[in-house]
């Protein structure tokens, strides 16, 4: 593990430097020691912060760590560059995605058991945060994580939104700033043909969403069996992200949880980078 810590730093100080960052000099740690211990505690500790800060408060690593609450507050501060190291690695890898084919999906994250909905304070029973699973033909409560993958599996774009926002809908959230020619493939939820229309006029991407049976816009066999391999890919990836996440995120506030949240989709982006 030490290697891999070491090289987490040495991208998050490169990543801070490349935008020409300067931290306050009365800073005890700096933004990129911050940076690191919050991805190695969701890499290594179930996203539990406090573990990774007394881990890393080891002399050969950060002997001068901040206190929990200091930890937190500076935590927070830095999500800009979070999100930039992720825009970043993101960058590289459609840059190694050569034949510049992408999936997409979304995956549930719920806050609590359905049977804690009304004890659970993040949301406040707020109902547009109850969503429905229909792999699993359950409902649960919480957010959403919209995802692009490339065809490696690689995160390339994500966005989160509340459990009950329909995935057909991510389609105008989705920034696809992908390479002219791209080919993204979705399932059956994301059958939209105004934008299907639009994304190939205007960007000359080509979005292959699986078709229901009653589509207006039928495909061929060959395309069906296409779109079923192509989409393994983003199942595998959803997969490694519900491996690192804890049976519940512990979180007090929801911009907390949703912070969190962000933080696991970074770290597999980071890890799959380090392991390079």
Not at 38 to 65: D, H, W
């Amino acid at each position: 593990m030490n290697d891999e810590i070491v090289a987490i730093y040495c991208l998050c100080d490169d990543i801070l430097r490349a935008m020409n960052h300067q931290g306050d000099i009365q800073q005890q740690i700096s933004d990129a020691e911050v940076m690191t211990t919050a991805i190695v505690a969701v890499l290594y500790f179930g996203g539990n912060f406090e573990k990774a800060r007394k881990e890393l408060s080891e002399p050969q690593y950060i002997p001068k760590m901040v206190s929990r609450s200091r930890f937190n507050r500076r935590l927070h501060r830095v999500e800009p560059m979070l999100l930039m190291l992720f825009e970043c690695l993101g960058q590289a890898w459609k840059q190694l995605n050569t034949e510049s084919v992408y999936s997409i999906d979304s995956f549930p994250i719920p806050v609590c058991d359905n049977i804690r909905i009304p004890r659970s304070k993040i949301y406040d029973g707020n109902e547009e945060y109850r969503g429905y699973q229909a792999s699993k033909k359950r409902y649960f409560y919480g957010i959403k994580i919209h995802l692009m993958v490339t065809e490696s599996g690689e995160p390339v774009e994500f966005f989160l939104t509340n459990g009950s926002f329909a995935d057909v809908k991510g389609l105008r959230v989705f920034p696809f700033a992908l390479p002219e020619g791209s080919v993204v493939y979705a399932d059956k939820a994301y059958n939209d043909y105004e934008i299907e229309d639009l994304l190939l006029e205007a960007e000359n991407i080509k979005l292959s969403a699986m078709r229901k049976s009653n589509s207006q816009r039928p495909v061929p066999g060959y395309v069906q069996f296409l779109q079923h391999h192509k989409r393994k890919v983003i199942e595998t990836t959803g997969s490694l992200i519900s491996q690192l996440l804890p049976k519940s995120i512990h979180a007090v506030t929801a911009k907390g949880f949703e912070l969190k949240v962000m933080l696991f989709v970074l770290a597999l982006s980071v890890n799959l980078w380090v392991a390079t």
